[in-house]
């Protein structure tokens, strides 16, 4: 029992000192980045959806000491596609009348949502560069996207959309790595129509990034 205790334990040290020790020299100046993201995403306004994020971006240089953290600095754009798989049925603005024979119905407009797609173009990225396996990374973006929302004040389908997010990405080779990051979004359309509530939503997102000379 000990000895499959202490057996364990090495495989675990070793796990450990291989994340924290092994270097990876990450994307280098110069090199394109392009993946795959998705995950889920909740609004707060009671619509879900899983988005697939389409990345492609380039890595326009690295950090230098005395003014930037280690690291790499990415311009890049998305295309996305996301499928709602959850909305609210309530009515926008209801009311429950009686009709003439004293039943209740209710009244306002019918939500409905299905689909959203559009494309973030910047999304700027700052990877970290921890000496290991392990890279954090920030990022924010802006971009368009098309919905078929309806009932939810968002105007007639056209509206612009910003984000802000953090993840961590882990490098199984110096050009293949997987990431884990969180994204907030912000919808509206700019007051471009009377109807401009906005909609904010929440995503995690897991993806896979090939680093391209």
Not at 77 to 104: K, M, W
Not at 178 to 198: K, Q
Request: aromatic share 10%.
């Amino acid at each position: 029992m000990n000895k499959a205790i202490r057996v364990v334990g090495c495989l675990v040290g070793m796990f450990v000192l291989g994340v924290s020790v092994v270097q990876a020299q990450g994307p280098a100046a110069g090199s394109w980045n392009v993946g795959l993201r998705s995950g889920y995403s909740i609004s707060e306004r009671n619509i879900d959806s899983v988005p697939i994020h389409f990345h492609i971006g380039y890595i326009l240089f690295k950090g230098k000491p005395g003014i930037l953290p280690a690291g790499a600095f990415e311009i890049a754009t998305e295309p996305f596609l996301s499928a709602v798989t959850r909305h609210s049925n309530q009515r926008e603005g209801s009311s429950i009348v009686r009709d003439a024979g004293g039943e209740p119905v209710k009244l306002g407009r019918k939500r409905d949502a299905s689909i959203e797609a559009g494309l973030m173009l910047p999304v700027l990225s700052y990877h970290f560069d921890l000496g290991s396996r392990l890279s954090p990374y920030i990022e924010g973006g802006l971009g368009i996207l098309y919905h078929d929302y309806q009932g939810y004040d968002l105007g007639d389908g056209f509206t612009f959309t910003e984000m802000a997010g953090a993840g961590l990405s882990y490098f199984l080779h110096d050009n293949v790595s997987l990431s884990l990051g969180y994204r907030f979004r912000h919808t509206s359309n700019a007051s471009l129509y009377d109807e401009n509530d906005g909609l904010n939503s929440h995503s995690l997102l897991a993806g896979v990034s090939f680093f391209l000379p």
